[in-house]
């Protein structure tokens, strides 16, 4: 038996069961495929799950709004693939009657639908002859060949994809790019366990006792370290909250107004418009509380919160630079209940800041009532 076949037989004996896997829909597989590339099976599932419940299809994803998809990709970060999800639904309604396309070209075609994400969802859902290369695989086949040259660089993709095609079970190819995925997430890990892989037998790095030595990987990009400083602006019990495009992060949710700070910072991180200048004068006047720490593929981030009362000639000002038509500036803006800042800021960030906020709350009011006792015991 070839080890192809070998492969396709532990993996139908021996794979998780998955929503996405149960009846190859190619929208569900789409939406998988897409959440996968940022995040682990396990970590994604619930918001798999909650995500079809809402959308279970092309036309139910076209006809909702972005703020409601941001809404439902809650926690899994990179908003913008839930933008172009959106974009991509949008787009199949209006051009292929919201059906998934069968051909490389059509798929391509779709907004946010890049070759690998073409590639999975063509061969899983129709059988296509295209083989994919995620990390796992590409684990799996630098270890499998032998492949010696670092996985990371963009010549190595290339060569890598050939061995993936070479290697392709070309009677089922959906099943195959399944198993070779399956198999780097199950048993080629990082600390192999060879004693249970099906295709142990051909594998050059097994032969050779090199398998803890591949692949070889370029070097992590160190953090850039940086502190995120947000601003609860309040009035008459209602906190600001902006969508700005032109900043380094949050570009297309709403977030709370902040600042970035960092001995590091590159320049392009700097905001020098007038609404950055307008908080960066209220920096000093404010008592900064450190919210906690968060970490996110290229930076270390250090949360700190503020809170400041707008008076009337602040709120005026405030009014006044958020009006201003500058076509750079861009801020989208709304006044919110602080209890919604989960609901209207969808990042996991706005949840740490809002404990923050209550108890900072509970703090003052508790000091407040402890100064009326006093007064009144001194009465
Ligand atoms: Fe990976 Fe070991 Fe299987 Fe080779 S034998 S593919 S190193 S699990």
Redesign the pocket.
Known sequence: MINQDKLLNWFLKNQRKLPFRENKDPYKIWISEVMLQQTRVAAMLPSYEKFILRFPNITSLAESTEEEVIQYWKGLGYYSRAINLRKGAVYLKENFNSKFPDSLEDALSVPGVGPYTARAVLSIAYNKEFAVLDGNVK??LA??FLFKENISIPSSHKALQELADTFLNSKNPGDHNQAMME?GAM???QA???M?????KG?L??EKGK?TE?PIMGKEKTKLPIELKFFFLEKDERILVVKYKHRRFFKTIFTLPFLIEGSKLPVIYEDNSEFGKYLKEKEPDVDWLKTGKHSITHHDIELQQARFLLDNKNLQTLEKILSSKVPSLEIERKWIRKEDLKLEFASSIAGKLFATESQRKIARELSFTSKLRVRNEWL
């Open positions: 684990r799996v270890r499998y198999l048993v080629c890990l192999p366990l060879c249970l892989c099906p295709i142990q594998c790095a097994f398998q591949l």
